[in-house]
């Protein structure tokens, strides 16, 4: 009697043994489990902010090399604007007022500008708004001197001008073609700090 009760109690004590092992080695196994998908978790968290991070880079690469695109279109496009005013002016000062070639750089002048109106259209949509500001700035300051110009005409075509008054127009004209040429020296800085602009932060 003793020994079946001996017996039975080694099995019971090894069932429960066995059953607190088992026990242990699953609560182990799930622990390890869980810190497995937390592991995981964290690096696709990770991952998933460096994916972001290339992202915005990017996209702030593109929006650089773009701007800068837009800015030196316009700038180029204003100096040959500019350009283009003054050689107007220049030729009916020199030639018979109602020539073909002084129509027809009356009418470049013309188009030269609104080619610079045209481009400031995509500097103000690049931004930021300094930099459309300043070439607000060049396209008024473009017209002023175009209109500079014109005004000179019309004042040469009802009489010959004097010498006096040649050197007035000059002088005149020569104002404005430096204030464009100093707007346009203030968009190019303000372009060039804008380009330099690091990424912001998310």
Not at 149 to 162: C, G, I, V, Y
Request: one cysteine or more; hydrophobic letters at 40%; glycine letters at 6%.
């Amino acid at each position: 009697m003793n020994s079946l009760l001996l017996s039975l109690s080694g099995m019971i004590g090894t069932l429960v043994g066995s059953g607190l092992t088992g026990f242990l080695s699953l609560r182990s196994e799930h622990a390890r489990q869980q810190a497995l998908e937390r592991q995981e978790e964290r690096q696709s968290h990770r991952q998933q902010i460096l994916q972001e991070l290339d992202l915005r880079l990017e996209h702030h690469r593109w929006r650089r090399d773009h701007g800068r695109e837009i800015y030196q279109e316009f700038a180029e496009k204003a100096q040959v604007a500019r350009g283009a005013a003054l050689d107007y002016h220049r030729s009916f000062l020199q030639e018979i007022h109602g020539s073909e070639r002084v129509a027809g750089l009356r009418s470049e002048g013309r188009r030269a500008h609104r080619e610079v109106v045209v481009t400031s259209y995509g500097v103000g949509l690049q931004g930021p708004e300094e930099v459309a500001a300043r070439a607000n700035d060049c396209v008024a300051s473009l017209r002023e001197l175009l209109n500079c110009a014109e005004e000179h005409e019309m004042r040469s075509s009802s009489a010959l001008p004097t010498e006096e008054a040649i050197a007035e127009m000059e002088e005149q004209i020569a104002i404005r073609f430096i204030d464009m040429q100093n707007k346009l020296q203030l968009f190019i800085r303000a372009g060039r700090v804008a380009l330099d602009r690091p990424m912001p932060q998310a």
